[in-house]
């Protein structure tokens, strides 16, 4: 849920954004750098048989976080991150064609040994990391990119037992590539969003 009522303070007085799903062990993302920016989402949404929705309501449903390269949202110690399969998928908007984005980033160990545990890269033309695995040259980017300042719904998914890798472009997979075959991903890593680690 975003919006500022999404918002809280740390023991220590950092700012959180606060997971609505609660529970004994909520997992509370960190905001690290200016305070975050909350816009109104223009994001195209649709029903399952594609005809279009009306669009979000003012709330915490109709807000998206607005994050800039001085922002990330940090979580330490994740707990119970999925270990053998996973989806990641958000809504993105960038004209950002320069830099090679990282919007999600979750690290277990030190550099090379683990802090790419998942890492889906550069948003001009996306990579997937899995346990360091990145693929070969062939196949380490997708040539798909998302910054042409429109709105993209963006999802990755992953399965250990094939290593099997599907990127979506607004619900059309666009690439397929295996990572981390038979791998397992730790939990109590730390994840961020906005930046890799």
Same mark, same amino acid.
């Given at each position: 849920?975003?919006?500022?009522? @999404?918002?809280?303070? *740390?023991?220590?007085?950092?700012?959180?954004?606060l997971?609505?799903a609660?529970?004994?062990? %909520?997992?509370?993302?960190?905001?690290?750098?200016n305070?975050?920016?909350? /816009? &109104? *989402?223009?994001? !195209?949404?649709?029903?399952?048989?594609?005809?279009?929705?009306?669009?979000?309501m !003012?709330?915490?449903?109709?807000?998206?976080?607005a994050?800039?390269?001085?922002?990330?949202?940090? =979580? !330490? #110690?994740?707990?119970?991150? %999925?270990?053998?399969?996973? $989806?990641l998928?958000?809504?993105?908007?960038?004209?950002?064609?320069?830099?090679?984005?990282?919007?999600?980033s &979750? @690290?277990?160990?030190? &550099?090379?040994?683990?802090d790419?545990a998942? =890492?889906?890269?550069? &948003?001009?033309?996306?990579?997937?990391?899995?346990?360091? #695995?990145?693929g070969?040259?062939?196949?380490?980017?997708?040539g798909?990119?998302? $910054?042409?300042?429109?709105?993209?719904?963006? @999802?990755?998914?992953?399965?250990?037992?094939?290593?099997?890798?599907?990127?979506?472009?607004?619900?059309?997979? /666009?690439?397929?590539a295996?990572?981390?075959?038979?791998?397992?991903?730790?939990?109590?890593? $730390?994840?961020?969003?906005?930046?890799?680690?």
């Open positions: 849920s975003f919006g500022s009522e @999404a918002l809280g303070v *740390s023991e220590d007085g950092s700012p959180l954004a997971d609505a609660g529970g004994s062990a %909520p997992n509370h993302l960190q905001l690290r750098g305070a975050p920016l909350y /816009v &109104y *989402s223009t994001a !195209p949404l649709a029903a399952a048989d594609g005809k279009a929705l009306p669009g979000p !003012p709330g915490a449903g109709g807000y998206s976080l994050l800039n390269d001085r922002q990330v949202l940090l =979580l !330490p #110690d994740f707990r119970d991150f %999925p270990a053998s399969s996973l $989806t998928e958000f809504w993105m908007t960038s004209i950002d064609r320069c830099r090679p984005g990282v919007p999600f &979750y @690290a277990v160990g030190d &550099y090379n040994q683990g790419n998942f =890492l889906l890269f550069n &948003y001009n033309s996306w990579g997937v990391s899995v346990l360091e #695995d990145e070969h040259l062939s196949d380490h980017q997708s798909v990119a998302v $910054t042409d300042g429109f709105w993209h719904h963006v @999802a990755v998914t992953w399965e250990s037992a094939t290593g099997d890798v599907r990127l979506y472009d607004n619900g059309r997979q /666009v690439w397929q295996t990572r981390g075959r038979g791998r397992s991903i730790p939990s109590g890593g $730390t994840l961020v969003i906005g930046r890799e680690q």
